[in-house]
């Protein structure tokens, strides 16, 4: 089960270890092994799955007849779940799961089979999927032989189909119709084994306005076409924001850091931004935000997401991407979709003597490079996205209430504000997503 090791995501783990494990003992049956993976922590790339094959393999490649990966949200019928995996030839090769794919080839995927894109299906992570133990030991053989190539870990569902099919040679995806993303209590879930509670997470009232400072990165060139969406957009949800640039314009406002520009990484500029919101805003303000100016964010839902985590945890909140973890290596939060920061974060990251190598090194990668050196734990949630709602397949989006979304590239950047993420879309009172109109965003 992937899940995460800061305080709410952990208690949500072990309940549902304590759920699997009352259904099998209610069975009579043997009891299966529910290992939650933040607590192998021998390696931080173990979020990316690959690197435990091997572990897998020796512990249970003897004695066991499928490994199935679920989400923390994801809510299991063991009885369908084994009579479901039943139906496959446990002494063959099977990768199972529910499929989704590319409706159009897309920059997450280096434009993988941009001929086709819908030929290739990964599995919806939300909805569980699993490996019988041929294919495990199969890919741990292969691992040992060639070890995992160290570059980025972008979209981790997709990067593990595409290894399991090892260009022809392993198998595809197969769709598995009781693999459901479906909410437990909607009427479609009778021939479920899987269901997954997609909401957005509530712990009590939603933070305040007040307690979340907003800090938007920009510099002269965009003054005049991307803050004005901001403006139109979200900033009026925002009772905190200031934009930063390489130019003073009082008429947004914007301040000058006195970091020049750079054609990539902000590093210096991201830097400057954290010193400002220790020494210059108040200490009560507990979380700190920084978007890029042509991110677009609900701070109605993400108030309503910080009330699950403590900010006197240090907290590194946002969309988990990583690099090199084959070998090593660090996850980190990619800038685009939004970046959160507890106080606490930041305080812990300042009095390091971690910094940039360089001003225009990629700030969020330093960031995850830093807080990773520091033993911190970054915190993922899919509710953030690195890019535009059409780089993702619609069905993974259907059980997502989103915090963010990323570029202006060939959109109507307003439209998708108002379909995606306005509060004037905000689900009805009984939690239930209310009907917009979604299409072709």
């Not at 069975?27 to 979020?47: C, F, N, S, T, Y």
């Not at 992570?125 to 160290?150: D, Q």
């Not at 509060?423 to 009984?430: D, I, R």
């Amino acid at each position: 089960q992937k899940n995460q090791s800061n305080s709410f995501h952990s208690k949500r783990a072990e309940d549902l270890k304590r759920d699997i494990l009352k259904q099998a003992e209610d069975l009579g049956k043997e009891l299966p092994k529910v290992l939650l993976i933040h607590q192998i922590d021998r390696h931080e790339g173990a979020w990316t799955i690959l690197p435990l094959m091997k572990d897998f393999s020796l512990t249970y490649g003897r004695n066991s007849s499928w490994i199935f990966f679920c989400e923390e949200d994801t809510r299991i019928q063991v009885v369908k779940l084994l009579e479901t995996l039943r139906r496959f030839d446990k002494s063959k090769e099977w990768f199972l799961g529910k499929a989704l794919y590319d409706e159009e080839s897309t920059i997450i995927h280096h434009y993988a089979f941009a001929e086709n894109p819908t030929v290739f299906k990964f599995p919806d992570f939300a909805a569980g999927w699993a490996l019988s133990i041929p294919l495990v030991n199969k890919l741990a053989k292969k691992l040992k032989s060639e070890p995992l190539k160290s570059d980025f870990t972008i979209d981790l569902k997709h990067e593990i189909a595409l290894y399991i099919w090892q260009k022809g040679e392993g198998p595809h995806l197969t769709p598995v119709p009781e693999f459901c993303t479906d909410d437990v209590n909607s009427y479609k879930v009778d021939h479920c084994a899987t269901t997954f509670s997609n909401f957005l997470p509530l712990c009590g009232e939603p933070v305040n306005k007040e307690d979340v400072f907003v800090a938007v990165k920009t510099c002269q060139k965009f003054h005049g076409d991307r803050i004005p969406v901001v403006k139109q957009t979200w900033e009026r949800e925002a009772a905190l924001i200031e934009y930063y640039s390489d130019y003073a314009d009082i008429s947004i406002p914007t301040i000058d850091l006195g970091v020049p520009n750079t054609d990539r990484g902000h590093c210096g500029k991201t830097f400057a931004i954290l010193e400002r919101f220790l020494n210059h805003t108040s200490p009560r303000t507990p979380w700190l935000v920084v978007v890029d100016d042509d991110t677009l964010i609900s701070i109605f839902r993400l108030r309503k997401l910080l009330s699950c985590y403590d900010p006197n945890e240090p907290v590194f909140l946002g969309e988990r991407y990583g690099y090199g973890l084959g070998t090593g290596g660090y996850s980190y939060i990619t800038g685009g979709g939004g970046m959160v920061f507890s106080r606490t974060a930041v305080q812990k990251l300042l009095a390091s003597k971690c910094r940039c190598y360089s001003m225009d090194a990629p700030d969020d990668m330093v960031l995850g490079m830093c807080f990773s050196g520091l033993g911190i734990p970054i915190t993922h949630s899919p509710l953030f996205h690195q890019a535009r709602p059409m780089d993702y397949p619609k069905d993974y989006l259907s059980h997502q209430i989103p915090v963010s979304f990323h570029k202006h590239w060939n959109i109507d950047p307003v439209k998708v504000y108002f379909t995606w993420l306005a509060p004037n879309t905000e689900e009805s009172h009984n939690g239930k997503k209310v009907g917009y109109n979604r299409e072709d965003l």
